[in-house]
C-alpha cells in the first residue's frame, strides 16, 4: 500500500531525489503545495538536526500525515565550523550563492591549503502523523575549501568544495565537478538518505 509522505521543502531537485529513493519503499512523496501549503518556520536551532527536527515537526503536526525534512550546510574548520547553520545566508541574503561563496574566499583568503578542511553535514528527520519522531539521521562529507570556484555543476558552496576522503574514484574532484550519480554517492545528502532508507526498511508504521 502506498503511504503519503510530505517533504518539508519547495526544492524539486531533492523531491526528484527523495520520491527516487522512497518510491521503492512504498512512499508517495508530495510537497507542501500539494496538501494546500504549509507554514514557514523559523530555522533558528544551533544544529542541523534541531532544524531538521523543527520543520519536520511543524508539517507533520499541520498535514497530520508522514513528513520528511533535511536541514544542510557547510562547516569550515579554520572557521570554527562556520558557516554552519547558517549556510545559506552567510552573507546576510537567504541562498545568495554568489554572495556566499565570496564571502567564504574573502574570510579564507590567507588560510593555507593544509587549514582549509571542511565538511558538508545534512541532517534528516521522519515524524509520523502523530508528531512523534520516528527516524534521525545525519550524514557528512570531508573535503577541503579551493583558492576559486571550479566545476560548473550544482549550487550553493559546490563550486569551492573539493571532496577529500581517500580511497573513493572522486576523491581530488570538486562537487561541482561531480555528476549527479558520482556526487550523491559520497554526498553528505546521498549518505544521509541511504541511512535513512536503511532505517525505515524495520520501522513499524
Not at 43 to 60: H, I, M, Y
Not at 121 to 144: K, N, Y
Not at 176 to 190: D, M
Request: hydrophobic share 45%; proline share 5%.
Amino acid at each position: 500500500m502506498t503511504m503519503r509522505l510530505l517533504l518539508a521543502s519547495q526544492n524539486k531537485k531533492k523531491h526528484r531525489e527523495f520520491s527516487a529513493a522512497l518510491a521503492p519503499l512504498g512512499f508517495e512523496v508530495v510537497l507542501p503545495g500539494d496538501v494546500g501549503g504549509i507554514a514557514d518556520v523559523v530555522e533558528d536551532a544551533p544544529t542541523f538536526r534541531g532544524n531538521a527536527a523543527k520543520k519536520a515537526l511543524s508539517a507533520a503536526r499541520a498535514s497530520r500525515l508522514w513528513s520528511l525534512a533535511d536541514d544542510s550546510g557547510l562547516e569550515v574548520d579554520a572557521l570554527g565550523g562556520a558557516p554552519g547553520v547558517l549556510s545559506a545566508r552567510f552573507a546576510g541574503v537567504h541562498g545568495d550563492d554568489a554572495a556566499n561563496n565570496r564571502l567564504l574566499l574573502d574570510k579564507l583568503a590567507a588560510v593555507p591549503d593544509e587549514r582549509r578542511g571542511a565538511q558538508f553535514v545534512c541532517a534528516l528527520c521522519l515524524v509520523r502523523p502523530d508528531g512523534s519522531i520516528a527516524l534521525e539521521v545525519q550524514g557528512a562529507a570531508r573535503g577541503r575549501i579551493l583558492h576559486g570556484p571550479r566545476g560548473d555543476g550544482d549550487f550553493g558552496y559546490d563550486p569551492l568544495f573539493e571532496f577529500s576522503e581517500p580511497g573513493f574514484a572522486q576523491t581530488g574532484k570538486g562537487f561541482a565537478e561531480l555528476a549527479p550519480a558520482e556526487k550523491i554517492a559520497v554526498s553528505h545528502r546521498g549518505r544521509a538518505l541511504r541511512l535513512l532508507l536503511a532505517g525505515l526498511e524495520h520501522l513499524p508504521r
